[in-house]
């Protein structure tokens, strides 16, 4: 007997067309404004970075549709009891990322590239073990990508460059991210 489910065909609609679908209207209606902000700041720092606007678009395009697809598996009880525990972990993992990332932009010269690029390192695996069962291959390049660019060393130093370019987007996204933490969001 062939196993068909209109349920798990729904979801995997979701996902398809949701992942096509990853442009800033769209957005607003799964992403709430701040983190719409923190992610024009990524953005535009890695635009600036990298000097290449296409890059730039695709690894925030690609940080949103990992977003969404966790999200549709979320809210469609795809994930067994043990994956729930790894998405606490990554919360938690998360969290304390946003709060390092706040705590060196809000102390100078405590900037450590190795602690926040290690931090990212550990949030990307775990990811990447919440959704190996549920996510293609090229989602997990998609994570991939998204983390390793962010987590570039090089990136970090010149983002955390108090005297550097960086320091109006640093702003604006440790504003965004301190506002996620006191909404309980992240």
Do not use: W
């Amino acid at each position: 007997m062939e196993s068909f489910s209109s349920k798990d065909m729904a979801m995997q609609a979701q996902k398809k067309i949701l992942s096509h679908m990853a442009n800033k209207s769209v957005v607003h209606m799964f992403i709430d404004d701040t983190s719409s902000e923190i992610l024009d700041e990524l953005y535009r720092v890695s635009k600036e970075y990298s000097g290449n606007r296409s890059e730039a678009q695709k690894v925030v395009k690609d940080l949103i549709k990992i977003a969404v697809k966790i999200g549709v598996l979320f809210r469609h009880n795809r994930f067994t009891p043990e994956e729930l525990s790894l998405a606490e972990d990554f919360k938690k993992k998360l969290h304390q990322g946003a709060m390092t990332a706040i705590s060196f932009y809000e102390v100078e010269f405590t900037f450590d590239k190795t602690v926040m690029s290690e931090i990212l390192t550990g949030c990307r695996d775990l990811l990447l073990k919440l959704v190996d069962s549920h996510l293609t291959p090229k989602s997990h390049g998609r994570i991939n990508h998204v983390f390793n660019h962010y987590s570039d060393p090089e990136l970090l130093t010149q983002l955390y460059n108090p005297d550097g370019p960086f320091k109006p987007n640093l702003t604006k996204i440790c504003t965004g991210l301190n506002r996620l933490l006191e909404e309980g969001t992240l």
